[in-house]
Structures are given as C-alpha cells and as structure tokens.
C-alpha cells in the first residue's frame, strides 16, 4: 500500500514538476522565499492592530501559536519520524526533475512551508475572517506557495497535502484555544 502511493505520489510530481516554463522559474522563486512575504506580514499585522486594537494582541498571538504549532509539527516531528528524502535528494530522480534552487534540508515529509502557511490562512479565516469575507484568498495565497513547492522540487504532492492538513488542524486547536481562554476570562467571542 505504502509502495503503491509512493509510485503515485513521485509520478504526480514529476508531472507537475515536468510542466514548467523558463520564464515562470524567477516568479516560482520568489513566491517560495519566505522572505519575499515580509511586507505582506507587516500590512497584515498592521491592519489586525487597526482594526482590532486590544483585541489584536490575542489575535496576533493565536495566530503566531498556530503558525509556529504547525512548522515545529512539521519540522520538529514528522520530518525527523519519517526520513522521507525531498525529490531533489532522490538519486534516481535527478535527471527527471526541473530543479530550480539548491535542496534545502535532506527530508522533505512533510512541507513546513505548507503547514505554516495554510495555518495562517485558517486562522485569519476562523478569527476575522466571518467578518471579512475578502480574507478567504489567503487559502489561495497558502495553495500557491504550497505549489511553489512542488514546482522548485523540493517537496512531492503528498508532503505538500499532508503539510496543509497539519496547518490547517494547528490553526483549528490555536483558536479553539483562543475561544476557551476568551470564554473563560468574560471576555465573549470578541472575534
């Protein structure tokens, strides 16, 4: 069974891998740095602080817990478990993918990238999001860089898939949290 979906995971990627385009490789670069989204995180922490003043610091902090839950579960914990190579450390794959920056890190299961930024978007979804229905395209922005991943080589569909089940799984219980906390202090559902 394990066999049988490595064989499936690996030829989904390749696929995917194999569709690329020289001129989209600068673009695919970009959207997986993490660096790049800076000025993204500040706006977003500067509209939260904005609009949601003393609210904001439980906010913020939710937020950062679920994003940090996420990559240490990812980083920490099953990549250390599983010793899954990332596809670009795949001898057998070396000429068969469309590698566009150095390796990274040995193992790639599963994607820190994908869990920190699909925690992200769930916690913006399930704090504010209710009242700001525009907050919903960060589930697009996290599926666009979780494909990033994949189109650099550094990460198969399935450690992508599995990485946004844990954002998303950390953002829930990073709320939940939240709620109990604001329930139990007096302060309602603020948020």
């Not at 990332?86 to 599963?110: D, M, N, S, T």
Request: hydrophobic share 50%; aromatic share 12%; net charge positive.
């Amino acid at each position: 069974m394990i066999d049988t979906l490595n064989r499936l995971d690996t030829t989904l990627f390749l696929w995917l891998n194999g569709h690329y385009t020289p001129w989209l490789d600068p673009i695919m670069i970009w959207i997986t740095e993490r660096n790049s989204w800076i000025p993204f995180y500040a706006l977003l922490v500067g509209w939260l602080i904005y609009r949601y003043r003393k609210q904001a610091v439980g906010v913020l902090l939710t937020i950062i817990a679920a994003v940090a839950l996420g990559d240490q579960v990812a980083s920490s914990v099953i990549k250390p478990l599983t010793h899954r190579l990332r596809p670009c450390h795949e001898l057998a794959l070396q000429k068969l993918i469309h590698p566009v920056l150095e390796c990274g890190g040995q193992y790639g299961f599963v994607s820190s990238h994908a869990a920190t930024t699909f925690a992200l978007a769930t916690s913006l979804w399930l704090l504010p999001g209710k009242q700001h229905s525009w907050l919903k395209w960060a589930f697009l922005w996290a599926s666009v860089i979780s494909y990033s991943r994949i189109y650099v080589a550094a990460h198969y569909p399935l450690d992508v898939l599995a990485g946004t089940g844990i954002g998303v799984l950390s953002a829930t219980l990073c709320v939940l949290g939240f709620r109990k906390l604001q329930a139990r202090f007096g302060h309602g559902k603020l948020v």
